[in-house]
């Protein structure tokens, strides 16, 4: 049964099967639209369910890792997921397999498609523990937190940073090259200044649209200004601004190895909107909080602009916060309606849930996780 008082989640998987995946030999998972608290100890294959469910999106996971990595050892024949997912209009039979040293190769309704297809079937958005540094480290993973809510918000997003990324692959290759030639480089900037105009444009509308939802909601998480930097000077605004800022960067660009303006060097600065301290200043547990705050504001303005909210990966999320923070995360996720997958060592982390949710036991044996619904 769906909780009562609550709207149900047009988007949701109700079947997801891994073979041969991380940890997991064999398992097999039957869910509705609710919230899903998978419960087990350390070690024992939590993360890799949702690591599961995150390459049902664009991109290479949550973790990042390759294919082969994602393998089940000693075995290592490859793996394959399957999965049933649920939109407002449609459903979707999703595999995605890899064999053996090979590229992940996905089907949808059993058809070959692009990885990029998978952003117009489901919207995912995660908060794992290594992204509780976010704030301190590198831009790149703030650059990737961004990316990935800009995804939710416009799939063909997928579509323009891979255009973008491959383009400047090979205007990198002609500068490590010391390639002078304005002729070899100006089809590959025509490309990249288009498909980074695309980015730039669609990751400013993605604040726009964040700003508007925390502004607009009742909630126990902090707000967070956003803005979108750049490492020097300002981002080229138009498709020609670009283009002709990359023609004009070619022999520093030729001199440093590498391509030194574009999207691809953006920066998100972020400030604890009521205290007006930058993120990166802030404690611990705060930084965690406007993660948190900003996760569930990508999914209530994504409700309001699709009609339903994302999935959500929200792994040890719970161990992070305090009793009272954890029961508002949860009464938000409920009156969201999302499909959120938490993964904790403990029951009692979800305790404030209750019937709200479906439950998972892992346990692990021999390097095996099994995975069982409570009797």
């Not at 890799?48 to 990042?64: C, D, H, K, Q």
Request: hydrophobic share 40%; with cysteine.
């Amino acid at each position: 049964m769906h909780q009562k008082g609550g709207p149900v989640s047009e988007q949701y998987l109700s079947r997801l099967s891994l073979s041969h995946f991380r940890s997991h030999k064999r398992a097999a998972i039957d869910c509705d639209a609710r919230p899903v608290a998978i419960v087990g100890p350390n070690g024992a294959g939590k993360t890799n369910i949702l690591e599961a469910v995150s390459l049902f999106s664009p991109g290479r996971g949550m973790r990042r890792a390759s294919a082969e990595d994602m393998t089940r050892r000693p075995e290592a024949i490859g793996w394959k997921l399957s999965g049933m997912m649920h939109t407002a209009s449609q459903t979707y039979e999703i595999d995605i397999r890899s064999e053996k040293g090979a590229a992940r190769q996905i089907q949808i309704d059993g058809k070959a498609a692009p990885q990029t297809a998978l952003a117009r079937c489901a919207r995912v958005l995660w908060l794992i523990p290594s992204m509780d540094r976010l704030w301190i480290e590198g831009a790149e993973g703030r650059r990737r937190f961004l990316d990935r809510m800009t995804l939710s918000f416009f799939p063909e997003h997928a579509d323009a940073s891979l255009a973008y990324e491959k383009a400047m692959r090979e205007r990198n290759r002609l500068l490590k090259d010391q390639i002078s030639d304005a002729h070899w480089y100006s089809a590959l900037e025509k490309q990249m200044s288009q498909s980074g105009a695309q980015i730039h444009a669609a990751r400013n509308q993605a604040l726009s649209r964040l700003a508007q939802a925390q502004a607009q909601a009742q909630t126990a998480f902090p707000i967070a200004d956003l803005e979108l930097t750049q490492s020097e000077g300002a981002m080229p605004q138009s498709a020609e601004d670009l283009r002709e800022a990359l023609a004009e960067s070619r022999f520093r660009d030729i001199a440093a190895g590498r391509t030194l303006v574009g999207p691809h060097r953006s920066d998100l600065y972020g400030v604890y909107a009521a205290k007006g301290v930058p993120a990166r200043d802030c404690s611990t547990g705060e930084q965690k909080a406007l993660l948190v705050s900003l996760i569930l504001a990508n999914a209530r303005a994504l409700s309001e602009d699709i009609g339903t909210p994302p999935l959500l990966l929200l792994d040890e999320v719970a161990a992070h916060l305090d009793q009272n923070r954890r029961a508002a995360l949860y009464d938000e996720i409920c009156a969201l309606g999302a499909q959120a997958w938490m993964s904790g060592t403990e029951v009692e982390l979800f305790a404030a849930l209750g019937t709200r949710a479906q439950y998972l036991h892992v346990t692990e044996t021999e390097g095996i996780s099994d995975v069982k619904a409570p009797t």
